[in-house]
């Protein structure tokens, strides 16, 4: 048995044998530190998603949006002939048809939105929307074909959906040949599928959502939300006037950078209000976003772990006004002021580390469960996420924390006077 | 070994406990204090014990001044050269015998022995080894005395200073801790007695009657 082996049974063994007081220390320090982890979480699955929407967007490719026909024949006359680019626009959202699923009697609504393209490569970039964020990914034909510039050029009633707008309207991932009813306008036009694409992974939520309806049996109506791709020619043929939006990207490679500065420049001349997107201006949004939260969240979090340190250095001089005895006989045979002070503050240490352990149990436990809870009530896929770093950081502001906050309570120890504790008499 | 020169010790300016203290206590004497309550014994074992250190006059231990050296070096000889034995033994409740005895190793920097079989042979020697996992509340005044003389002899200290140490034991028990601290007297260590019972004050090779805050043979 070693001099440490001694100071470990006798100091910290015999720490943790007043379980009242230190359950109720370790609880207390406990809950500002599942607060920073279970914080800390969210804020990372929020920035997760956040920049996850940010890296969908293709790097090389540029958005701009306006529903105005001057940005139109802008883009067409001044834009078009000089850059790269790709020009879609999008129509309203129009019910489509109300399909009954058998297995349960549960009324569907189908809601599509019709983004006309005019491209025929839906390998390269693909457009899309979700929640009203827009994704410009790359995608790959499954099925059938894509939208071709004899589709284009004819206004051919064709269409392109992904995968799982496959699913939730035919059951099937291939539904090449099957028919949409579209009412606009002019009337009903039916669009025949002619191709399929990989899903472009940002609308798992919307099939999350369907089979969490189709579970409960109260049987009501449910909307789903779905984007078709159809040639550019027949929005302008039939649903002109009810475009919302016209959308440009811009994906020349070698000229990335002159074409946004282009853009821009025309923009500012002709008086037009447009807003422009990429993968630059939404990680910069995001960095914004972070910041802002972090900061806020930071100061929340200080001022949580400030009131739990508090409430350590509390229990801590009652310990030691209780332990004044001990401190007294402990002076006496030989323990000097710093080693007094050194025994008060591993304690504080200690204590706060291992409310450290609790705290990340416990949070990883919450956290779990919170994920289940999401997933299957709210279809959502938001994950509190807890890395290995954030655990790091919990520990490293225990221990910071527990120094901090028990260097009071041991000055006060290592000034106890031993000749006014020790009884002689 | 200690040497007391002209040491003055008063409370609040006005209660003089302590006047113009002098003595010399050779290595291996055996001293004993007797005085009345309120004499001052209980202040001059803790001026002895470099436990108070607010007095006048010179104190060496060794040799050497203590008058003026850091709280380190005061805990350092308080810890490896003195050994305490209290009227009230002064254990620690929340720990085990054995935690109780050993508690002076934590402070002991430097030395390095085999604490556990020194442990051992200390509390052997004053027959409480049997005893080593039980907690203080449960002994007996006298086992509970044993056990703080195996404490204040685990470092093999120069000196022992005791306060009543037989003040609270019964007469088997109080020979005992009279034989162990004869025992000790024959090892050569230096010895301070505090007691106000002159029955008791025997066997020592100095007498004093401490009175008026002066010693008197």
Same mark, same amino acid.
């Given at each position: 048995?070693?001099?440490?082996?001694?100071?470990?049974? $006798?100091?910290?063994?015999?720490?943790?044998?007043?379980?009242?007081?230190?359950?109720?220390?370790?609880?207390? @320090?406990?809950?500002?530190?599942?607060?920073?982890?279970?914080?800390?979480?969210?804020?990372?699955?929020?920035?997760?998603?956040?920049?996850?929407?940010?890296?969908?967007?293709?790097?090389?490719?540029?958005?701009?949006?306006?529903?105005?026909?001057?940005?139109?024949?802008?883009?067409?006359?001044?834009?078009?002939?000089?850059?790269?680019?790709?020009?879609?626009?999008?129509?309203?959202?129009?019910?489509?048809?109300? %399909?009954?699923?058998?297995?349960?009697?549960? #009324?569907?609504?189908?809601?599509?939105? =019709?983004?006309?393209? $005019?491209?025929?490569?839906?390998?390269?970039?693909?457009?899309?929307?979700?929640?009203?964020?827009?994704?410009? &990914?790359?995608?790959?034909?499954?099925?059938?074909?894509?939208?071709?510039?004899?589709?284009?050029?004819?206004?051919?009633?064709?269409?392109?959906?992904?995968? %799982?707008?496959?699913?939730?309207?035919?059951?099937?991932?291939?539904?090449?040949?099957?028919?949409?009813?579209?009412?606009?306008?002019?009337?009903?036009?039916?669009?025949?599928?002619?191709?399929?694409?990989?899903?472009?992974?940002?609308?798992?939520?919307?099939?999350?959502?369907?089979?969490? +309806?189709?579970? +409960?049996?109260?049987?009501?109506?449910?909307?789903?939300?779905? =984007?078709? =791709?159809?040639?550019?020619?027949?929005?302008?043929?039939?649903?002109?006037?009810?475009?919302?939006?016209?959308?440009?990207?811009?994906?020349?490679?070698?000229?990335?950078?002159?074409?946004?500065?282009?853009?821009?420049?025309?923009?500012?001349?002709?008086?037009?209000?447009?807003?422009?997107?990429?993968?630059?201006?939404?990680?910069?949004?995001?960095?914004?976003?972070?910041?802002?939260?972090?900061?806020?969240?930071?100061?929340?979090?200080?001022?949580?772990?400030?009131?739990?340190?508090?409430?350590?250095?509390?229990?801590?001089?009652?310990?030691?006004?209780?332990?004044?005895?001990?401190?007294?006989?402990?002076?006496?045979?030989?323990? /000097?002021?710093?080693?007094?002070?050194?025994?008060?503050?591993?304690?504080?240490?200690?204590?706060?580390?291992?409310?450290?352990?609790?705290?990340?149990?416990?949070?990883?436990?919450?956290?779990?469960?919170? $994920?289940?809870?999401?997933?299957?009530?709210? @279809?959502?896929?938001?994950?509190?996420?807890?890395?290995?770093?954030?655990?790091?950081?919990?520990?490293?502001?225990?221990?910071?924390?527990?120094?901090?906050?028990?260097?009071?309570?041991?000055?006060?120890?290592?000034?106890?006077?031993?000749?006014?504790?020790?009884?002689?008499? | 070994?200690?040497?007391?020169?002209?040491?003055?010790?008063?409370? %609040?300016?006005?209660?003089?406990?302590?006047?113009?203290?002098?003595?010399?206590?050779?290595?291996?004497?055996?001293?004993?204090?007797?005085?009345?309550?309120?004499?001052?014994?209980?202040?001059?074992?803790?001026?002895?014990?470099?436990?108070?250190?607010?007095?006048?006059?010179?104190?060496?231990?060794?040799?050497?001044?203590?008058?003026?050296?850091?709280?380190?070096?005061?805990?350092?000889?308080?810890? @490896?050269?003195?050994?305490?034995?209290?009227?009230?033994?002064?254990?620690?409740?929340?720990?085990?015998?054995?935690?109780?005895? /050993?508690?002076?190793?934590?402070?002991?920097?430097?030395?390095?022995?085999?604490? #556990?079989?020194?442990?051992?042979?200390?509390?052997?020697?004053?027959?409480?080894?049997?005893?080593?996992?039980?907690?203080?509340?449960?002994?007996?005044?006298?086992?509970?005395?044993?056990?703080?003389?195996?404490?204040?002899?685990?470092?093999?200290?120069?000196?022992?200073?005791?306060?009543?140490? &037989?003040?609270?034991?019964?007469?088997? %028990?109080?020979?005992?801790?009279?034989? &162990?601290?004869?025992?000790?007297?024959?090892?050569?260590?230096?010895?301070?007695?505090?007691?106000?019972?002159?029955?008791?004050?025997?066997?020592?090779?100095?007498?004093?009657?401490?009175?008026?805050?002066?010693?008197?043979?």
């Amino acid at each position: 048995m070693n001099n440490m082996g001694i100071f470990f049974k $006798n100091n910290i063994m015999v720490l943790l044998r007043n379980r009242l007081r230190i359950a109720l220390t370790i609880f207390g @320090c406990s809950i500002g530190l599942l607060v920073f982890i279970i914080g800390n979480a969210c804020m990372e699955g929020y920035f997760y998603n956040l920049y996850r929407d940010a890296y969908l967007f293709c790097n090389n490719v540029v958005l701009l949006f306006d529903g105005s026909d001057d940005t139109y024949d802008v883009l067409e006359n001044a834009i078009k002939p000089n850059y790269s680019t790709s020009i879609y626009s999008s129509g309203d959202t129009f019910f489509v048809s109300s %399909n009954k699923y058998y297995y349960n009697g549960v #009324k569907v609504e189908n809601n599509i939105s =019709y983004i006309g393209v $005019n491209q025929n490569d839906f390998s390269n970039i693909i457009l899309s929307k979700h929640n009203d964020q827009y994704f410009c &990914t790359k995608s790959k034909l499954i099925y059938g074909r894509g939208i071709t510039d004899a589709d284009i050029q004819n206004k051919n009633h064709v269409a392109v959906v992904e995968k %799982n707008t496959a699913q939730l309207l035919f059951q099937t991932d291939n539904c090449v040949g099957e028919t949409i009813e579209v009412h606009c306008y002019y009337g009903y036009i039916e669009l025949e599928i002619v191709g399929v694409i990989d899903t472009l992974g940002i609308h798992d939520a919307d099939v999350l959502t369907v089979k969490k +309806q189709l579970s +409960q049996t109260d049987n009501k109506d449910i909307s789903l939300y779905h =984007y078709v =791709y159809i040639p550019n020619t027949l929005v302008q043929e039939y649903m002109k006037d009810d475009v919302k939006e016209i959308r440009v990207l811009v994906y020349d490679e070698n000229n990335y950078k002159e074409a946004v500065s282009g853009f821009t420049m025309i923009m500012r001349e002709m008086d037009l209000s447009t807003g422009i997107v990429s993968r630059k201006s939404m990680l910069q949004e995001a960095d914004e976003v972070k910041w802002n939260l972090k900061t806020t969240f930071n100061i929340i979090i200080i001022l949580i772990i400030t009131f739990s340190g508090l409430l350590l250095v509390t229990i801590f001089v009652f310990s030691v006004k209780e332990r004044v005895y001990e401190i007294g006989i402990r002076r006496a045979i030989g323990a /000097s002021k710093f080693d007094i002070l050194m025994q008060f503050m591993l304690e504080g240490m200690l204590i706060a580390v291992i409310s450290a352990f609790f705290a990340s149990i416990a949070g990883i436990i919450v956290c779990n469960f919170a $994920n289940t809870v999401i997933l299957r009530f709210f @279809c959502i896929k938001f994950s509190l996420g807890i890395s290995l770093r954030l655990l790091f950081a919990t520990f490293g502001i225990a221990a910071l924390q527990g120094i901090l906050f028990s260097v009071v309570p041991a000055i006060v120890a290592a000034r106890v006077d031993p000749t006014e504790t020790i009884r002689w008499e | 070994m200690i040497e007391m020169i002209n040491i003055s010790k008063s409370y %609040n300016g006005e209660r003089q406990i302590l006047r113009d203290l002098t003595l010399h206590i050779r290595d291996g004497e055996y001293i004993q204090i007797v005085g009345g309550s309120g004499a001052g014994k209980s202040t001059f074992l803790n001026v002895i014990g470099l436990l108070d250190r607010n007095y006048a006059g010179k104190l060496k231990i060794a040799g050497r001044s203590v008058d003026k050296i850091s709280d380190t070096e005061i805990s350092a000889i308080r810890c @490896c050269h003195i050994g305490f034995i209290f009227q009230s033994y002064n254990l620690i409740h929340n720990m085990s015998v054995m935690e109780n005895i /050993s508690l002076p190793a934590i402070y002991a920097k430097g030395k390095r022995p085999d604490w #556990k079989k020194r442990i051992e042979e200390k509390m052997s020697a004053l027959g409480i080894w049997h005893l080593k996992n039980q907690f203080i509340q449960y002994l007996s005044g006298g086992e509970k005395q044993r056990v703080a003389i195996a404490r204040a002899l685990l470092l093999d200290p120069d000196i022992i200073l005791a306060d009543e140490p &037989t003040g609270n034991l019964d007469v088997d %028990n109080a020979n005992i801790i009279f034989e &162990t601290l004869r025992e000790l007297h024959r090892q050569k260590k230096t010895i301070v007695m505090v007691t106000h019972n002159t029955y008791v004050a025997s066997g020592a090779d100095h007498i004093y009657r401490l009175a008026d805050g002066k010693l008197y043979e």
